[in-house]
């Protein structure tokens, strides 16, 4: 069945006469007559009753018309969809980060940015910590939303900081040390801690939690997967999770304490160049403004 077959088919059903047919379409009778009866054998049935004198549509022909209708305008379609092939408007920007749980920091971000670029498309890449600078170094993402790692990662690109995250304890509201301003080392002492993975711990958090997990013993630590893991715990009431506190990702069941003697950690953004790249230039700018209208707050 091609579109020729068809198109026959639906000329001599709107004129009932092969000599019509043949003639609107510029061809000869016996051409449309064969494609006809091509068609009739490929179907297994009978289109059209023709005499020497008249031609009639049959009952199947008038139940496969608008079939042949259908198939041959979704043809046209697509043959003229590539005739003019449509210019894809759509502006990428791709944004590496290490946990899901980040995600969550972005949609007024992402909202603002679609605002002064309708085309917007924006991409996601979450990958472990040990992969998230190979993103820059290999051109596919724009951006990396991360803690300031030390060493020759920051070699990777330019790093500008967004925010400073206090460290915390996270803890449920109903815990008895739920209402203390900070948590000192004895505090700590007295509870399960639970910490992240360190092959999943950006390297001052590692550091801090080194410090915080010296000479206790191995039954008072839990090592989870990762920080969505470390807060589902701390909601159950196993421990207490030491966090980055990031105070639009908080969870109003629990509560956030700053841990005493324990500097904040720089969150930000590491990037290739942002000359000649709007769309960047304005997501460090929003960034900016919405982490550190947020971040500075440390009320629970």
Excluded: W
Aim: with cysteine; hydrophobic share 40%; proline share 6%.
């Amino acid at each position: 069945m091609n579109t020729f077959q068809l198109t026959c088919f639906l000329t001599v059903a709107e004129t009932l006469s092969f000599v019509k047919a043949a003639k609107q379409l510029n061809v000869t009778q016996p051409a449309i007559t064969h494609q006809i009866r091509s068609l009739e054998e490929e179907l297994n049935t009978q289109l059209f009753k023709r005499t020497t004198r008249s031609v009639e549509i049959t009952q199947e022909g008038l139940i496969f018309l608008n079939d042949a209708k259908n198939v041959l305008s979704i043809i046209t379609l697509a043959k003229k969809r590539f005739e003019e092939p449509l210019v894809d408007e759509r502006q990428f920007f791709s944004i590496g980060c290490h946990s899901n749980n980040e995600l969550r920091l972005f949609p007024g971000i992402l909202r603002q940015m679609a605002e002064a670029c309708p085309t917007l498309n924006p991409v996601f890449q979450v990958v472990p910590f040990q992969h998230l600078y190979q993103l820059l170094e290999e051109g596919t993402a724009d951006v990396v939303v991360a803690f300031q790692e030390k060493g020759q990662k920051n070699e990777t690109g330019i790093y500008k900081e967004l925010v400073q995250i206090p460290i915390t304890g996270v803890l449920p509201t109903d815990h008895p040390l739920a209402e203390k301003k900070l948590l000192d080392e004895d505090d700590l002492r007295t509870q399960r801690l639970l910490l992240l993975d360190p092959q999943r711990c950006p390297d001052r958090l590692n550091v801090v939690q080194y410090g915080l997990a010296t000479e206790r013993a191995v039954s008072d630590l839990l090592m989870c997967g990762s920080a969505d893991a470390c807060i589902t715990l701390a909601k159950a009431g196993f421990g207490i999770a030491v966090q980055p506190d990031f105070p639009s990702l908080r969870d109003p069941a629990l509560a956030y304490i700053p841990i005493k003697d324990v500097e904040p950690l720089s969150y930000g953004a590491y990037y290739k160049s942002a000359a000649g790249k709007p769309l960047l230039k304005l997501f460090l700018q929003l960034c900016k403004e919405h982490l550190v209208s947020k971040g500075g707050q440390n009320d629970r």
